[in-house]
């Protein structure tokens, strides 16, 4: 599979109810390209990464509307686009209007990110942002026919990469991920949101045997 397949694939997944940033603008706060750019650069990461021995790739549950609905890229905020785009050697602006908006987990994710050099992978379970109905600014769980959609698009990703272990940050996570214990580890992390950022710090820290520095600006966001 190319990655251009892959990015393909994402584009035609369609639901009631969610935004495809890789197919969709936000008439609200996005560029006029925002789409394209989305999918220039999941592909350039995606066939940079098919080049190195990826340690893992990070599962987290959907895009949320203040991160990746707006950046394209799973478990980053608007503050963090940049760090996530330079960590596989690319170069773009961001790709919405206005002030940048933070998002909790993206900050607590980025922090130890930060801390770590093997090749990591971050998608989510449910690659696309769902939301309630009438309220595209807002965050719901993904259903059970999205899930479905969702693991095999996750299977294409970790068909395509290899990674060496799979980390599931929450429950949603870990239910997918298992599904592929049969072709690589399978550890699952505490979500940081809702009081878990401490127990999820302490098993990332275990898992890649680092120090890790809890900045103070983590307790910034909700």
Not at 15 to 39: G, I, L, Q
Not at 78 to 106: C, M, S, Y
Not at 139 to 151: I, L, Q, T, Y
Not at 159 to 168: D, E, G, H, Q, S
Request: glycine share 6%.
């Amino acid at each position: 599979m190319k990655a251009e397949h892959f990015v393909r694939e994402l584009v035609n997944l369609r639901f009631e109810n969610t935004f495809n940033p890789y197919a969709e603008r936000c008439e609200v706060y996005d560029y006029f390209d925002a789409p394209s750019k989305r999918r220039a650069i999941l592909r350039k990461m995606l066939e940079a990464a098919s080049q190195v021995e990826v340690d893992a790739i990070w599962i987290g549950r959907d895009l949320g509307y203040r991160g990746g609905r707006r950046t394209g890229l799973a478990l980053t905020d608007d503050i963090h686009f940049r760090h996530h785009v330079n960590r596989w050697q690319l170069d773009f602006n961001r790709l919405t209007k206005g002030d940048a908006v933070p998002e909790r987990t993206a900050t607590v994710i980025w922090n130890v990110l930060s801390q770590i050099s093997s090749p990591v992978f971050l998608w989510n379970v449910f690659p696309l942002h769902p939301f309630e109905a009438g309220s595209p600014f807002s965050n719901r769980a993904h259903n059970s026919s999205e899930r479905k959609a969702g693991v095999e698009i996750l299977e294409l990703l970790i068909n395509f990469l290899r990674p060496r272990r799979l980390v599931a940050i929450g429950n949603d996570a870990e239910s997918a991920a298992n599904r592929f214990g049969d072709r690589c580890e399978v550890f699952k992390v505490r979500h940081p949101s809702y009081g878990g950022q401490n127990i999820f710090l302490k098993q990332i820290q275990s898992l890649y045997d680092i120090e890790i520095i809890n900045h103070k600006n983590m307790e910034l966001f909700d």
